[in-house]
Each structure stands twice: as C-alpha cells, then as structure tokens.
C-alpha cells in the first residue's frame, strides 16, 4: 500500500533553516509528481511546491518562493523541502503528497510533520 | 488563482442533503478536486476532475462543474460526513480553498 512518511520537523528559530524529508513505498516513486502542503494551527490547507516524476520541473507558492526548495532522489524514494529563512507565520504541519499519475490532483497524504518557527 | 468555497460553515443534520461550493478567479477547466479533512488527520482525497469519485468514497459523494464554478453535493448525510471539505485546483500551479466546516445541526 502506498505509504509517505515525513520526518525533520521540530522546534527552530526565525531566520534558521530545517530540512524535511518524506520517504515514500508501496509505488514506483518515480512515475509521480510529488507535492508538499502545510496547515498552520487552526487554519485551512495550504499548497506549497510540486516537482515532476524525474525533477526537472518545479513550481513554488508566492509566499514560499525564493526561501524554499523542493528536490526529490528517485533512486532513494525520497522527497525532501529545504527551508531557509524560517518566519513565524511558517509554523504549520507539513505534509508530503503524490499526484495521481499523469493527473493533476493529490491522491495520497502522508501524516504529517510539524514545524514550529519560535524564538 | 483563488478558491473562494462557500459557505464557510454549513449546519446540517444527518439525512439531509449538503451542497458545497467552490468559485475559481478564472477557468481551471476541470483540475478541481476535493478534499474531506477530519481533526488531526491527514485529508483524503474524495473528488478529482470535478467529477470523477476516487476509489472506496461512497456513492452520495458526487461533484459537477467546470471552468470556474464547481459544487460537492453529499447526499443523505452520514454522522461521519460532518468534518471540513476543501477544493483543490491544479490548473496552474496549486491553490486550495478556504474550506467547508459541515456540521451537525
């Protein structure tokens, strides 16, 4: 069965960096668009990157560009989310996603990091 | 592109029928999919391309429209229906909606 399994959240300060990683199973990783999403406490879903099934393409939120970075190693099935510049308001559970293949939607979910940015 | 759903809590009680919606800013075409998110879960997938059911969701989930105007109409309610639905467009790049609350009346 499919399965994501994010890890790397935790407690850091504003203008410090953290890096998430997602390892996935139970598919062919590399045939999938994968995304990352984030919900800050209380609040609604919020979409934040996707890159391709062999990475070439990304595509970044406005209110994350230039400060985050998705990048993925296919050979380890893995997905990873650079964050640099770390703000409060970025505090949020983050989850890594897969998109259907060679669809435009998220079918799967995986549980869930959270990241909180505090001094 | 912006999501706009609405209304942004619904009270309903079980049996009854809810008639959710999502506007876009402009044409998404049928990238639209939908979302039901329960406290402290993940959220999972019930709806893509406006209308196609995703494996396992039941029958009285069902989703209509394109280009800017699309509705989740959950018919005869179940008590494990009520939990926030979101829409997801993935026409260019990605945007949520704000999102649904369904609650028992």
């Known amino acids: 069965q499919v399965q994501l399994v994010e890890s790397g959240g935790g407690l850091v300060k504003p203008g410090e960096s953290l890096r998430l990683s997602c390892a996935a199973s139970?598919?062919?990783?590399?045939?999938?668009?994968m995304t990352w999403v984030r919900q800050a406490p209380g609040k609604g879903l919020e979409w934040l990157s996707y890159i391709s099934s062999s990475g070439p393409y990304t595509n970044y939120a406005d209110s994350v560009k230039g400060r985050f970075t998705i990048s993925r190693d296919n050979a380890k099935k893995s997905l990873y989310l650079q964050m640099n510049s770390l703000r409060a308001e970025d505090t949020a559970v983050y989850y890594c996603a897969r998109e259907a293949q060679s669809a435009y939607y998220i079918d799967y979910w995986g549980q869930g990091t959270l990241v909180t940015v505090s001094s | 592109i912006v999501l706009t759903q609405s209304p942004a809590t619904l009270s309903l009680s079980p049996g009854e029928t809810a008639t959710l919606s999502c506007r876009a800013s402009q044409s998404v075409s049928g990238y639209l999919a939908w979302y039901q998110q329960k406290p402290g879960r993940a959220p999972r997938l019930l709806i893509y391309?406006?209308?196609s059911r995703a494996a396992g969701i039941p029958a009285r989930f069902s989703g209509s429209g394109s280009g800017t105007d699309f509705t989740l109409t959950i018919s005869s309610l179940e008590p494990e229906d009520f939990a926030v639905y979101f829409c997801?467009?993935?026409?260019?790049?990605?945007?949520f909606g704000q999102g649904t609350k369904l609650e028992i009346k």
């Open positions: 139970g598919f062919t990783f590399s045939d999938h668009y």
């Open positions: 997801l467009q993935r026409r260019t790049g990605g945007t």
């Open positions: 391309g406006a209308s």
